[in-house]
């Protein structure tokens, strides 16, 4: 068989070999880091190296940043947490965000965009205290969201801006402070760093109640003894991928002539928020007629691992929320897949992605006609 | 071989500094290493993206350690969810039985012994208008059963969450007679038992416990990763701590970090295998080290039952002795006060308060944690180091 392609880094990117080699590192030492003793303290200032290093990457101060299992649940802690009584959210985010309770939505546009005027007419709706979820990148589709604009309206009228950009960070620049939010989500294992790791980050103007109580780690803002190994392999993974940012151009030209060359063979194949600035590593497309499930498992068998749409509901098969929010309808959503490279991606992949999805699609085109007749 | 570890190759001087604090973490396991490394590069997959190849690999093997977690405490694999850690299991056990709806009794039982986790997430959900029952435990930490069957024959309570064996003086807990209880009443039974898995027998069925926590790094696997056992018959139902994709039958969302669990999973394998043999080790060389600091320091105390406790662990009073001058006075050997979580704290353990300790005496307490690299060479070494750091003090102390 042939090597296995990988064309699924928006679900989880491999963790690169100078983490992996830190973690191990990290793994081979003992120490709890708010023990007082020397080993305790060793742990500790491996701690904070590594928040010192997630802290470059998006522009933020260390003190600012509170390590967490994860995005989904600095997700959870940043609308838990910040304790508004009223939750926006727009129709694309992740469920993490999206299932919050009692959550009301913000439309998107056909491009995938968030609606900023349809933001302000919900926030002047109410005079409540609401925080406002905006994702930075969405994960479907790659598309980039108004996320300095969406800020200014929401404290124009008096709410908190939370940004989840676990899929920006690492792809493309982002700047905590320039951004203008209030709190912001980032994933580890989204940008070579492992699973397990993420960080909430939280301007100093955010009072945030922890939701996860015990000992007093993260400064009282997230308790439980803190994944140091993941944490170390974070730190590393954060300043690789701020080193490597000038290389996304490399992925864009990849992307684009994945893009090109798809649509070009595949007549009648569409591709989900080409018209909207977009993450250089991802692609949405559809080709109608050929559910998301046949296309993922036909490229599976050619060695070719992408996604319908986000992993975790994988498993049970859904036309996307992302895509029915941009207004396609279920048959559409129902056809796409999603094809997001990472660094470790090169231009035989996209190869090999472009043979097994040209010749799919003529097969299923060949058996329509067929039936046809 | 971890750092740790090498030191076991010692002869009679063993590397110093030398680790004694194994309550507050463990080293990992080299062995747990080994097994979960290749799942972080070449085994990189989602284990929820199971529409592919990479993710089926990753999935198979998280499914494999939930099997191996399960098997250390008589448990089926479905009835495993896991958690960033024993913390998060505890806020979901005890946060997520009382929160959910259906739920009408409102009160939860626990000790003011138990970790700051259990006990600040029983003060959240007083803050939330549930009834939160504070019971004391005895001059030896242990609990008060008659004093537990009477609280619960008071009122319908919800849960009683007890931990198997603490984590500053390392008494182990009556958990089959606190289970008989609490089933014989329909109360729900939750114990924290990050410190006691692994180290002496947990069957959840025999103990008749519904909700059980388990931590990685307190059992030689790694930070960052725990587990919580839920009770499939009769079902244990849970409101999640967090939303999202749903994972780990919507119990707890989030994308599982599959060498964690890889590694959890490996961790309590080998614990399984090796807990009798390595029990009666560390007992060994706990008795040894508290005979010869008894010997050498005739005035020293046990703190916490002498029976019912952890072969691992040590909490020695020095009267007349500041714990934390004694440990100013031996930087060679890495020990603690208490619990690492609050060990900035000034304030004297609240669990040694519990046991009626006078402060002079909580002051002068001391936590000596031992483990799997803990060699007898290391334990003579520390017993001589401490008796002379004691004599020192004492000498310096004035005498009344």
């Not at chain 1, 969405?138 to 969406?150: K, R, S």
């Not at chain 2, 290749?38 to 085994?43: G, I, R």
């Not at chain 2, 029990?279 to 508290?290: C, E, M, P, S, V």
Request: charged share 20%; with cysteine.
């Amino acid at each position: 068989m042939r090597r296995p392609v990988y064309l699924d880094y928006n679900a989880t990117a491999p963790v690169r070999p100078e983490v992996a080699s830190v973690m191990a590192e990290a793994l081979a030492t003992v120490g709890n880091p708010s023990s007082v003793h020397g080993f305790g303290r060793a742990a500790r200032a491996q701690l904070e190296t590594a928040r010192e290093r997630v802290a470059a990457l998006v522009g933020a101060r260390p003190a600012q940043v509170v390590f967490t299992s994860g995005g989904t649940e600095a997700n959870n802690l940043a609308l838990a947490g910040a304790g508004r009584g009223r939750v926006l959210v727009s129709g694309i985010e992740h469920d993490s965000v999206l299932k919050a309770t009692a959550a009301e939505t913000i439309p998107v546009d056909r491009h995938g965009v968030v609606d900023l005027a349809a933001l302000d007419r919900l926030l002047v709706t109410r005079p409540e205290p609401a925080s406002v979820a905006v994702m930075l990148a969405n994960n479907e589709t790659g598309v980039l969201q108004p996320v300095v604009e969406a800020a200014r309206i929401a404290h124009d009228r008096g709410a908190l801006l939370h940004c989840d950009a676990v899929q920006a960070a690492g792809k493309i620049a982002v700047d905590f402070k320039a951004l203008g939010v209030d709190l912001m989500t980032v994933s580890a294992h989204k940008l070579g760093g492992p699973a397990g790791v993420g960080a909430l980050i939280v301007a100093d103007h955010v009072h945030l109640s922890a939701q996860q109580r015990g000992g007093g780690q993260e400064r009282g803002r997230r308790a439980g003894t803190e994944n140091l190994a993941g944490i170390v392999g974070f730190g590393v993974a954060a300043e690789i991928a701020a080193g490597e940012l000038g290389a996304m151009a490399r992925l864009a030209d990849l992307r684009d002539d994945l893009e090109r060359l798809a649509l070009a063979a595949v007549p009648g194949a569409l591709l989900f928020g080409r018209d909207a600035p977009r993450l250089a590593n991802t692609s949405c497309l559809a080709l109608p007629g050929v559910s998301s499930e046949v296309q993922v498992m036909a490229l599976d068998l050619a060695g070719v691992a992408v996604s319908a749409g986000s992993a975790c509901s994988s498993g049970k098969v859904q036309a996307s929320h992302v895509l029915r929010a941009m207004g396609a309808d279920a048959a559409t959503a129902g056809s796409a897949i999603r094809i997001s490279l990472g660094w470790g991606s090169t231009a035989e992949d996209v190869g090999r992605f472009l043979e097994a999805w040209c010749a799919l699609a003529a097969r299923s085109r060949a058996v329509g006609s067929l039936t046809a007749a | 071989m971890n750092d740790v570890a090498r030191q076991t190759n010692g002869r009679n001087q063993p590397k110093l500094p030398i680790y004694l604090d194994y309550q507050a973490t463990t080293p990992t396991d080299p062995r747990v290493v080994a097994v979960m490394l290749p799942y972080f590069t070449e085994k990189f997959g989602n284990p929820h993206s199971t529409s592919h190849s990479h993710g089926k690999e990753a999935a198979a093997a998280v499914e494999a350690a939930r099997h191996q977690v399960a098997r250390l405490i008589g448990a089926d694999e479905r009835e495993i969810v896991f958690t960033s850690g024993a913390t998060e299991s505890n806020n979901l056990a005890i946060k997520g039985a009382l929160r959910f709806k259906g739920e009408s009794r409102r009160r939860v039982v626990t000790y003011v012994t138990e970790h700051k986790c259990v006990l600040e997430s029983a003060r959240r959900l007083g803050e939330e208008g549930v009834e939160v029952v504070l019971l004391p435990v005895r001059a030896d930490g242990l609990i008060d059963l008659d004093l537990l069957a009477r609280t619960l024959d008071e009122r319908p309570t919800t849960l009683v969450s007890v931990m198997a064996a603490n984590n500053e003086i390392g008494v182990v807990q009556p958990l089959a007679e606190i289970g008989a209880l609490c089933r014989a009443r329909g109360v729900l039974f939750h114990s924290d038992a990050a410190q006691a898995v692994g180290k002496v027998p947990i069957d959840v069925e025999a103990m008749k416990i519904d909700l059980l926590s388990i931590s990685g790094h307190k059992i030689y696997g790694p930070k960052g990763i725990g587990a919580l056992y839920v009770r499939r018959r009769p079902r244990v139902r849970l409101e999640p701590l967090f939303d999202g994709g749903a994972q780990e039958r919507g119990i707890r969302s989030g994308t599982l970090a599959a060498p964690l669990c890889i590694a959890l999973g490996e961790a309590c394998a080998i614990a399984g295998a090796e807990m009798a043999a390595e029990a009666a080790r560390l007992g060994q060389l706990r008795d040894r080290l508290y005979r010869g600091l008894k010997a050498a320091v005739p005035e020293v105390v046990l703190n916490g039952d002498p029976e019912h406790r952890l072969p691992g662990n040590l909490n020695i009073g020095f009267p007349g002795i500041d714990g934390q001058a004694l440990l100013d006075e031996l930087p060679e050997l890495s020990l603690s006060l208490g619990s690492a979580c609050t060990s900035a704290a000034v304030e004297p353990s609240y669990v040694l308060k519990a046991l009626g300790l006078p402060d002079a005496l909580a002051n002068g307490s001391i936590r000596i944690g031992l483990g799997r690299y803990t060699s007898e060479a290391e334990v003579d070494f520390a017993v001589d180091r401490l008796a002379s750091a004691a004599r020192r003090l004492r000498g310096a102390a004035p005498s009344a």
